[in-house]
């Protein structure tokens, strides 16, 4: 692909060695890769500091920007998020546009940072974030494509299918359809995919040639199968990433989900079947580890770690091919990973560029391939191991429960809101809501520790709470925030506590009285021993005046081994009787957090919805505050709560 002018090298350090092992202990291999990204790349101004000059909108710089976007989301460091902010807003105006996109090249390069202008709309709700990216989605509904319907790399490459293509196109395309639910998107997200395979598979390795020219017109083309001559291991890492992307939004319903899945299965086996047994990494050209020059590639290898462990994660792929991830993951931190001064580190060994075609005109020959400069800190390198990293320390999260599910309520609480396409959607902590008001922080949480998120939209029965180990109401509604609420009634509450007495780990979760319904929610957690009063403490009369909501949790909490200080802004307080008992008080002595036990189950309620993203994302509150650590510890209880339940 087109060189940018990022950093091409840089120099080794005196610290690769003895520092290394004593860093990598601290600090992990992903934060100490995003500290030198944030080091040699402070803005993109200045992403080449041999050559100083403002860059164009290019997609190296989106593939490192997916990478801290991943780790933000696990480790809520207002830092990373601050970083891809400060990025993306050099390029976007307050109207809307992108400083140096032109979408009349339909180069397919350049929609890939419209991921990070969707999140980064989806997190702070400014319009301009989603009309910037609606200008590549355009770019995507006008794109060239051949005779198929497969989208052409550029405008200036016709009749053109590069694997990478697949990457740069189609994760966007579909988080922007499941936004805007065009849910016929989603049949042509998928046959790029088939399409791609179809057109430059080889039946014998199950690799995938980097590229396809459907006129059979090119000088790397064969003029049979229009394929290109090589397996280029970057592309193939694109292609992988691309699959297990899309499918983070691909309609569970739609018919050709099970295509994209075999797609994957079909792949992995082929890369799997590529892998060095000695070193665990994958060569620049995947068929001919012994081929002259032929060398270990660190970009490659990453996305193949990235792909596969996110496939095991999701369940994609089955559990064995994270074993080729970890051998690939090992590998790479032994040949392309050296320290670079306290805290960070150097990425070695990634190919600079390949392509086909353009000028001076490149064959796609394995001389060709070969003849590419590889370098140190190459951004697609970085990125692709910056996700590949991320991946692999959420696998290292101590997994509390195994196959065991949490189940969110959005009956009771089932507000909804008009979109930005007109759309009237479910919102106000939900799992997937990244917004202040969303759960996703919480959900990850849960996620690392080995639960299986779901949402619940209908009444509580019996059955449909027999799939949950955790069930969790937050902030029923009443009228003034849902014209037709649904309350909690007679039936409910029956089938909610003899799920809890048979073994069920109940959350409840309330609000003050002017926001929440508490009526029919006291009739409830009256079972449980708890009441809550209706009042408001915890109020911030000034923004910044953090203190009059924290809540000092004092030493020896069952729950909150290491979180001191917690802010609840706005809560009901609790009445207490027996069996409920009191874990947290506030500083009036009143009772914020309790917990029942009630026949085999357990019922933990607060009066507050307080970890929800806005005070867990690290946007916000002052590093004092623990409300993120809290929720894990919170989480870590409730899984130990489950497993010592006996069924």
């Known amino acids: ?180 639910g065009n849910q016929k998107a989603f049949d042509d997200i998928a046959n790029q995919f088939i399409w791609m395979e179809k057109n430059a598979r080889d039946t014998k390795t199950g690799l995938l040639y980097h590229g396809w020219d459907e006129s059979k017109s090119e000088q790397w083309a064969n003029k049979t199968t229009g394929k290109s001559p090589n397996f280029w291991g970057r592309a193939m890492g694109w292609y992988g990433m691309a699959l297990v992307d899309v499918l983070d939004y691909f309609p569970q319903d739609n018919p050709k989900r099970k295509e994209l899945l075999a797609i994957l299965s079909r792949y992995a086996t082929a890369v799997q079947k590529t892998q060095d047994p000695k070193s665990g990494l994958w060569y620049d050209i995947l068929d001919q580890p012994q081929g002259k020059g032929n060398y270990p590639e660190a970009s490659a290898s990453s996305m193949f770690v990235y792909t596969l462990a996110k496939a095991v994660r999701n369940g994609y792929l089955p559990s064995s091919y994270f074993a080729v991830a970890d051998k690939g993951y090992k590998g790479i931190q032994k040949e392309f990973v050296e320290q670079a001064g306290a805290g960070k580190i150097n990425l070695k060994g990634t190919v600079s560029v390949s392509g086909l075609g353009g000028k001076p005109y490149r064959d796609g020959s394995y001389a060709y391939y070969l003849s590419e400069k590889v370098i140190t800190n190459d951004p697609k390198g970085v990125g692709a191991f910056l996700l590949a990293a991320n991946e692999m320390e959420m696998a290292a999260a101590p997994k509390l429960v195994s196959g065991k599910t949490v189940l969110l309520d959005s009956y009771f609480n089932s507000e909804t809101r008009t979109d930005q396409s007109n759309n009237v959607v479910s919102w106000h902590y939900k799992w997937d809501e990244q917004a202040n008001g969303g759960f996703s922080f919480w959900a990850t949480q849960f996620n690392l520790a080995g639960f299986k998120t779901k949402t619940l939209y209908q009444a509580p029965t019996l059955a449909n709470l027999k799939e949950a180990s955790v069930y969790i109401i937050v902030d029923p509604d009443f009228e003034k925030e849902n014209p037709k609420p649904n309350f909690i009634d007679a039936a409910a509450i029956n089938n909610i506590t003899e799920w809890v007495k048979a073994g069920g780990v109940l959350v409840l979760m309330g609000n003050d009285a002017p926001n929440v319904e508490l009526t029919h929610f006291n009739e409830l957690a009256g079972k449980f021993g708890v009441h809550f009063n209706g009042d408001t403490k915890g109020t911030v009369p000034v923004a910044s005046n953090f203190e009059t909501a924290k809540v000092t949790v004092p030493a020896g909490n069952e729950v909150f081994k290491k979180s001191s200080n917690l802010f609840i802004k706005e809560y009901s307080s609790l009445k207490l009787s027996s069996p409920a008992q009191s874990i947290l008080k506030d500083k009036d002595a009143d009772d914020v957090m309790s917990v029942t036990k009630y026949g085999k189950g357990v019922v933990y309620v607060i009066g507050d919805p307080w970890l929800y993203n806005e005070y867990v994302d690290g946007r916000k509150l002052p590093a004092s505050y623990d409300n993120l650590k809290a929720g894990a510890e919170l989480v870590n209880w409730l899984a130990k709560q489950v497993n010592a339940i006996k069924k």
């Open 1 to 180: 692909m087109k060189k940018q002018p990022f950093l091409k090298y840089f120099a080794l350090t005196a610290f690769a060695g003895l520092t290394f092992q004593a860093n990598a202990q601290t600090q992990p291999l992903s934060q100490q890769m995003a500290a030198t990204v944030m080091e040699i790349w402070k803005d993109s101004l200045n992403l080449d500091p041999a050559n100083p000059k403002p860059v164009k909108w290019a997609y190296d710089q989106g593939v490192i920007l997916e990478g801290i976007d991943g780790i933000w989301k696990r480790t809520a460091n207002n830092e990373y998020f601050k970083y891809m902010q400060k990025s993306m807003d050099f390029f976007v105006t307050k109207d809307g546009n992108i400083n140096r996109y032109k979408q009349a090249d339909y180069n397919i390069d350049n929609v890939k940072n419209g991921r990070s202008l969707l999140t980064l709309y989806k997190v702070t709700g400014q319009s301009k974030y989603f009309k910037a990216a609606t200008l590549l989605w355009d770019q995507l509904q006008q794109q060239p494509r051949t005779k198929e319907g497969g989208f052409w790399h550029k405008k200036i490459y016709p009749n053109q299918m590069w694997l990478d293509g697949l990457y740069m196109g189609e994760p966007f395309y579909a988080e922007y359809a499941a936004l805007i």
